[in-house]
């Protein structure tokens, strides 16, 4: 059973960079994309975007200019970094695998809560 | 980007009750649509691909249906745990979009 587990601070100040990292257990991370998706009360969900096991990035145009995801296959784990972070950003933080070569978030991670503030 | 509007945004039901959600959608999407089901401190789970094709392991009383820009879910007879809130997601073109939910509430 794939398990996915995210990690990172729960607190940013504004203007600086929200990092996460999401850990895959009970799978590879191979030939799969794998995603972020946000939560906030005001936006609902919002995919942010995925990164492939062989580092080839999408993003989603409302953050792409700040954003950036990798992946290190070594440690089964994938990142999100999210520069210049407002109070907008605050939100639950979800790591998933997108399946069916990108079309079908069906394993999720707990989600984290990330709140930007001073 | 695509848009998806759902409705109702919230409706209150009974054990038992049938119950229809709405997801519309801004362009058509042939059947590229995805419903999950989300419990208040969890994750969303996938229910319902393809628009009604059930993920393995829900349970029949959920049923999915439509094509192109109208689509709906269905709750053939509600039990206790299904209340939660209700979510579409197409994935016919990036970037990927969802819905702005639906609560089910008990009445």
């Known amino acids: 059973q794939v398990q996915l587990q995210e990690s990172g601070p729960g607190l940013v100040k504004p203007s600086e960079t929200l990092s996460l990292t999401c850990t895959v257990s009970?799978?590879?991370?191979?030939?799969?994309?794998w995603s972020w998706v946000r939560q906030s009360p005001g936006k609902g969900l919002e995919w942010i975007g995925y990164v492939y096991y062989n580092g080839r990035t999408k993003y989603n145009p409302s953050v792409k200019s700040a954003v950036t995801m990798t992946v290190d296959m070594s440690k089964n784990q994938f990142s999100l970094r999210l520069r210049s972070v407002t109070a907008a950003d605050s939100a639950v933080y979800y790591c998933?695998?997108?399946?069916?070569?990108?079309?079908?978030?069906?394993?999720w991670g707990q989600g984290t809560l990330v709140t930007v503030s001073s | 980007a695509i848009q998806l509007t759902q409705s109702p945004s919230s409706l209150s039901a009974s054990v038992g009750d049938r119950v229809t959600i709405t997801c519309r959608t801004s362009?058509?999407?042939?059947?590229?649509l995805a419903w999950f089901q989300q419990k208040p401190g969890e994750a969303p789970n996938l229910l319902i691909f393809d628009a009604s094709d059930l993920e393995s392991g829900v349970p029949s009383r959920f049923s999915g249906s439509g094509s192109g820009t109208h689509f709906t879910l269905t709750i053939s007879s509600l039990q206790p745990e299904d209340f939660a809130t209700y979510y579409c997601q197409q994935f016919n073109s990036y970037p990927l979009t969802f819905g702005g939910g639906t609560k089910v509430e008990f009445k």
């Open positions: 362009q058509g999407i042939n059947r590229d």
């Open positions: 009970g799978g590879s991370i191979t030939n799969y994309y």
């Open positions: 998933a695998r997108l399946g069916r070569v990108g079309e079908l978030f069906d394993y």
